[in-house]
C-alpha cells in the first residue's frame, strides 16, 4: 500500500482534479451566491492544457521533448477566452507568464476558443 502513496500518478491525480474542479465550479456559479468565475475556469484549463501535455510527451518519441508547461499556459488562456469570451486573456497570460515566447499559439487558442464560444452560445457574463 505505501508504493502506491510514493509514486502517484500525474495523469489520473490532474484527472480527478479536473472533475472535481469543474462540478463544484458548476454548483458554485449555479447557487445564488457571488462567486469568482475567472480564476476557476483559469485553473481548469491549465490541468486540461497540462493533462494534454503529458499525454503528448508519453506518445513521442523519447529524443523529443515536449513541455507540458507550454500546454498548461495555452490551455489556461483558451478556456477562460472561451468563457468569457474576451481576447484580453491573452494580455493577461502574458502578463502572468512574463514570456513571450508562447504568444503565436496563446493567441491562436484564445481566438479560436472566441469565435467558438461566439457561434454557440452567450458569454457567461451576457446570461
Given at each position: 500500500?505505501?508504493?502506491?502513496?510514493?509514486?502517484?500518478?500525474?495523469?489520473?491525480?490532474?484527472?480527478?482534479?479536473?472533475?472535481?474542479?469543474?462540478?463544484?465550479?458548476?454548483?458554485?456559479?449555479?447557487?445564488?451566491?457571488?462567486?469568482?468565475?475567472?480564476?476557476?475556469v483559469?485553473?481548469?484549463?491549465a490541468?486540461?492544457?497540462?493533462?494534454?501535455?503529458?499525454?503528448?510527451?508519453?506518445?513521442?518519441?523519447?529524443?523529443?521533448?515536449?513541455?507540458?508547461?507550454?500546454?498548461?499556459?495555452?490551455?489556461?488562456?483558451?478556456?477562460?477566452?472561451?468563457?468569457?469570451?474576451?481576447?484580453?486573456?491573452?494580455?493577461?497570460?502574458?502578463?502572468?507568464?512574463?514570456?513571450?515566447?508562447?504568444?503565436?499559439?496563446?493567441?491562436?487558442?484564445?481566438?479560436?476558443?472566441?469565435?467558438?464560444?461566439?457561434?454557440?452560445?452567450?458569454?457567461?457574463?451576457?446570461?
Amino acid at each position: 500500500m505505501a508504493a502506491r502513496w510514493s509514486h502517484p500518478s500525474l495523469r489520473i491525480n490532474l484527472a480527478i482534479y479536473i472533475v472535481c474542479k469543474f462540478v463544484f465550479t458548476s454548483v458554485a456559479v449555479g447557487c445564488p451566491i457571488s462567486c469568482g468565475m475567472f480564476t476557476p475556469v483559469f485553473l481548469i484549463g491549465a490541468a486540461v492544457g497540462r493533462l494534454y501535455g503529458e499525454l503528448l510527451n508519453d506518445l513521442t518519441p523519447i529524443d523529443m521533448m515536449i513541455t507540458a508547461g507550454g500546454y498548461a499556459v495555452v490551455g489556461a488562456a483558451a478556456m477562460a477566452a472561451g468563457v468569457t469570451r474576451t481576447v484580453s486573456t491573452a494580455v493577461i497570460v502574458f502578463e502572468l507568464t512574463g514570456q513571450l515566447n508562447h504568444m503565436l499559439p496563446v493567441l491562436v487558442a484564445v481566438l479560436i476558443a472566441t469565435g467558438v464560444g461566439n457561434a454557440c452560445n452567450a458569454s457567461i457574463y451576457d446570461t
